[in-house]
């Protein structure tokens, strides 16, 4: 890296190119200033639940620990995400993120599957289509789940894809 950085110096002083300033930044949100908005189908929107009593607002602050040292490495389109829009309710964390594309949201989801190992508690992502794991997990799921009953049968517990049954 410091020959990386000695090099691009090295051109600005010549004047032949560009400067370490115009490669190096301290925040990341200029890249993204240009993008199309954000519509429902690049928002993920994910729920963690305590399974035994652990007040909401202490699953929050573990949850937050984990995700921003598991996911600070990722170039998430949101500053911050997925911990960035993370809230605790009387029963549960909900947060949602917004993701650039697909390698976004399963990255997200493979945290949120770390976080159900690691933590009692259990969590449902959904997007703009609703259960999307469903879509992905079609071939094996039972036969009496329809579309028209699966809202809110599709958890992570355990580091497990779990359907609630009938």
Request: aromatic share 6%; charged share 30%.
């Amino acid at each position: 890296m410091d020959d990386l950085a000695a090099l691009l110096q090295r051109l600005g002083a010549d004047g032949d190119g560009p400067s370490l300033d115009a490669f190096v930044s301290s925040s990341a949100e200029h890249l993204f200033a240009s993008q199309e908005p954000v519509d429902d189908d690049d928002a993920v929107t994910f729920e963690l639940w305590p399974l035994d009593k652990t007040p909401p607002s202490k699953l929050l602050a573990a949850v937050s620990e984990k995700l921003d040292a598991w996911a600070s490495t990722h170039a998430w389109r949101d500053a911050g995400a997925p911990t960035s829009g993370l809230t605790a309710g009387r029963e549960r964390v909900r947060g949602e993120a917004t993701v650039a594309d697909g390698d976004d949201e399963w990255l997200l989801v493979f945290l949120l599957r770390e976080l159900t190992r690691s933590l009692d508690c259990a969590a449902r992502v959904t997007d703009g289509d609703g259960e999307f794991l469903l879509v992905d997990a079609a071939d094996d799921l039972p036969e009496w789940l329809e579309p028209d009953t699966a809202p809110g049968r599709v958890w992570l517990v355990q580091g497990r894809v779990a359907v609630v049954a009938e």
